[in-house]
C-alpha cells in the first residue's frame, strides 16, 4: 500500500463534513422528524449563501482571462479563499443529504416505538449480542433485534433485553420467541425498546454464518478455560472481545489504568489483522491484496460481532483498501472522514455510541497528534522511545473528554501501563484468533497456543494490577 510522503500536508477537506455530519446526527436523532426536516432546510439555505460567495470568489480571481493551470496549482497549494468556501459548501452539502435520509427514520421508528411501548405481547428476537452481568442485582443484558409482535412482523428495531439468569447461556445469533413486556427508551438511545421476557421462552440456535461464529467463539473461551483467572478473561477478551470470565478486581484494575480497549475490539485490532494479511499477500498484485483483504475483514467483523468501533475501523480499513486497488495514495485522515460519513449514513444513532466517540476520536488523535508529539519529545528523547510514547499519549489526551463522561476520574498512569502492555497486545490477538481459528481442525495445536497467548496476557495483567495499586492511580475530577 502506497504511504504518504512524511513531509505532505494532509487532507483535510472531507474532515469539517464529517464532524458536521456526527453533529447533525447526534442531535437529529434526539429530535421530532419536523425539526430535522427544519435543520435540513436551514443547512441548505446556508449552503446557498456559501455557493454565492465561491462565485464571487472565482469571478473576482479568474474574471474572463484565461486559467493558467500552473498558476492556478500554486493557488491551491497556498489553499486559497475559494478552496476554504468549497469545503465549506462540501460539508454542509453533505450534511444536509445525511440528515436527509435520517428524518423519515426518526419518525417511523418513534411511531413504531409509541404503538409497542408498553405492550406485553409474544416478540420474536435475534440476539445479537453476549449475555453481560448486570452491574446490580441478579440477571443479564443482551443486544438484540426486534424482528416481529404478536402476528405482526416488525422491522428489525434494535433492543436491549433485561432478563433472568436463565438467559446466561444464550448463544449470538440464536432466534428466541418469549412473552414479554416492552417498554420505550429515550429519544436517540441507539436501542430503540427494552424487552423483559418473563421466561426463557423457546430458542431455535444460530444458523448459517452465525452458527460457524458461535462455535468459533465458544471453543475459544472453551479453550481458554483451564488458564489462571487473570488469562481465562483476558485471552477470549482481546482476542474476540469476550471478557466476561474476567475476574471483577483485573477488571477495575484495567479501568484504572486505562487498559480496558485491549479487550474492547477496536481500530487497533483490525488494523494489526489487515497488516499482517498485506505483509503475507507482499508478493500479489494490488488488485488480489484489496479482494482478500477486504474478505478478511468482512470475516473478522462477524467473528468479534460488529459494534461502533469495529464498524469504524472496519469501514475506513475498507476505504483504504478501495485505495489500493485504485492505486491511489494512502490518506488515513479522509478515510476516518469517510467512515464516519458512511456509517452514520446507515445508522445515525451511532452518533451517540461511547465506543463509536472513543473509536473515532483515538485514530484522529494518533493521525493528527502522534507525529508532532514525537517530534517534540524527540529533542529530549531517543526517536524510538519518543514515537512510542506519543502514540498513547495523543489518543488518551483525545479521547479524555469522552472518557470523563463514563467516569469522572483521570487514569494517572494511564500512559506508562498503555506503554509497557504494548508490545505483547499484538502477539496475544494474533494468538487468540489462531486458537478459535484451528480449533475446529487442529485441536492439539490449540492447547500450546492458548498457553502461550496467555504468557502475554498474565504479563498484561500484571501491569494493570502493579500500576493501579500505586498511589493516586485514578484522579477524582468535578462529575
Same mark, same amino acid.
Given at each position: ?170 448463544a449470538t445469533g440464536a432466534m428466541v420467541r418469549v412473552n414479554a413486556r416492552l417498554s420505550a427508551t429515550d429519544p436517540g438511545d441507539s436501542r430503540a425498546m427494552l424487552v423483559m421476557p418473563e421466561g426463557p421462552g423457546a430458542r431455535d440456535p444460530p444458523q448459517g454464518w452465525r452458527a460457524i461464529v458461535a462455535d468459533l467463539r465458544a471453543g475459544l473461551v472453551s479453550a481458554s478455560a483451564p488458564l489462571p483467572p487473570a488469562s481465562r478473561g483476558l485471552v477470549p477478551g482481546i482476542a474476540v472481545g469476550d471478557d466476561r470470565a474476567m475476574p471483577p478486581a483485573l477488571q477495575e484494575a484495567m479501568r484504572r489504568t486505562s487498559l480496558t ?56 480499513? +475498507?476505504?483504504?483498501? *478501495?485505495?489500493? &486497488? $485504485?492505486? =491511489?495514495?494512502?490518506? #488515513?485522515?479522509? @478515510?476516518?472522514?469517510? /467512515? !464516519? ?27 493528527? +497528534?502522534?507525529?508532532? *508529539?514525537?517530534? &517534540? $519529545?524527540? =529533542?529530549?528523547?531517543? #526517536?524510538?522511545? @519518543?514515537?512510542?510514547? /506519543? !502514540? ?41 484468533? #489462531? ?45
Amino acid at each position: 500500500m502506497t504511504s504518504q510522503p512524511v513531509g505532505a500536508r494532509r487532507d483535510w477537506r472531507l474532515v469539517p463534513g464529517g464532524c458536521l455530519v456526527w453533529a447533525g446526527c447526534g442531535a437529529g436523532v434526539g429530535l421530532p422528524g419536523t425539526a430535522v426536516w427544519l435543520v435540513v432546510l436551514s443547512l441548505l439555505v446556508v449552503a446557498l449563501g456559501l455557493l454565492r460567495c465561491l462565485r464571487r470568489d472565482l469571478y473576482r480571481h479568474d474574471g474572463h482571462r484565461p486559467r493558467d493551470r500552473r498558476r492556478s496549482r500554486g493557488r491551491h497549494r497556498r489553499v486559497p479563499v475559494r478552496s476554504v468556501h468549497a469545503t465549506a459548501v462540501l460539508s454542509v452539502l453533505l450534511a444536509a443529504a445525511v440528515l436527509a435520509t435520517v428524518a423519515p427514520r426518526v419518525e417511523q421508528r418513534a411511531e413504531q416505538v409509541r404503538a409497542l411501548d408498553g405492550v406485553t405481547e409474544t416478540v420474536r428476537l435475534r440476539l445479537t449480542g453476549d449475555p453481560v452481568e448486570l452491574t446490580q442485582g441478579t440477571g443479564v443484558r443482551i443486544e438484540a433485534t426486534l424482528l416481529g409482535v404478536g402476528t405482526h412482523p416488525g422491522t428489525a428495531l434494535p433492543v436491549l433485553v433485561l432478563a433472568d439468569d436463565r438467559w446466561s447461556e444464550a448463544a449470538t445469533g440464536a432466534m428466541v420467541r418469549v412473552n414479554a413486556r416492552l417498554s420505550a427508551t429515550d429519544p436517540g438511545d441507539s436501542r430503540a425498546m427494552l424487552v423483559m421476557p418473563e421466561g426463557p421462552g423457546a430458542r431455535d440456535p444460530p444458523q448459517g454464518w452465525r452458527a460457524i461464529v458461535a462455535d468459533l467463539r465458544a471453543g475459544l473461551v472453551s479453550a481458554s478455560a483451564p488458564l489462571p483467572p487473570a488469562s481465562r478473561g483476558l485471552v477470549p477478551g482481546i482476542a474476540v472481545g469476550d471478557d466476561r470470565a474476567m475476574p471483577p478486581a483485573l477488571q477495575e484494575a484495567m479501568r484504572r489504568t486505562s487498559l480496558t480497549h485491549l479487550t474492547a475490539v477496536s481500530g487497533a485490532h483490525v488494523a494489526l489483522v489487515l497488516g499482517l494479511v498485506l505483509t503475507l499477500l507482499w508478493w500479489a498484485p494490488r488488485n488480489l491484496q484489496a479482494v482478500v483483504g477486504g474478505l478478511v475483514l468482512v470475516a473478522f467483523v462477524a467473528l468479534v460481532h460488529p459494534d461502533g468501533s469495529v464498524l469504524r475501523s472496519a469501514v475506513m480499513g +475498507g476505504v483504504l483498501l *478501495l485505495g489500493l &486497488w $485504485l492505486r =491511489r495514495p494512502r490518506a #488515513a485522515l479522509p @478515510a476516518l472522514a469517510s /467512515a !464516519v460519513v458512511l456509517l452514520l449514513g446507515v445508522d445515525p444513532w451511532m452518533a451517540r455510541s461511547y465506543g463509536f466517540a472513543l473509536s473515532v476520536l483515538a485514530t484522529g488523535g494518533l493521525l493528527v +497528534g502522534s507525529r508532532a *508529539l514525537a517530534a &517534540w $519529545l524527540g =529533542r529530549w528523547l531517543p #526517536a524510538p522511545l @519518543a514515537m512510542g510514547l /506519543a !502514540v498513547p499519549v495523543a489518543a488518551q489526551i483525545a479521547c479524555t473528554p469522552v472518557l470523563l463522561l463514563l467516569e469522572p476520574a483521570i487514569p494517572l498512569y494511564a500512559v506508562p501501563a498503555n506503554l509497557m502492555a504494548a508490545p505483547v497486545v499484538a502477539p496475544a490477538t494474533i494468538l487468540g484468533l #489462531a486458537v478459535a481459528l484451528l480449533g475446529p481442525v487442529a485441536p492439539a495445536a490449540t492447547d500450546l497456543l492458548v498457553h502461550a497467548a496467555s504468557w502475554c496476557t498474565a504479563w498484561i495483567a500484571a501491569v494493570a494490577h502493579g500500576w493501579a495499586g500505586l498511589p493516586g492511580a485514578s484522579l477524582p475530577v468535578l462529575p
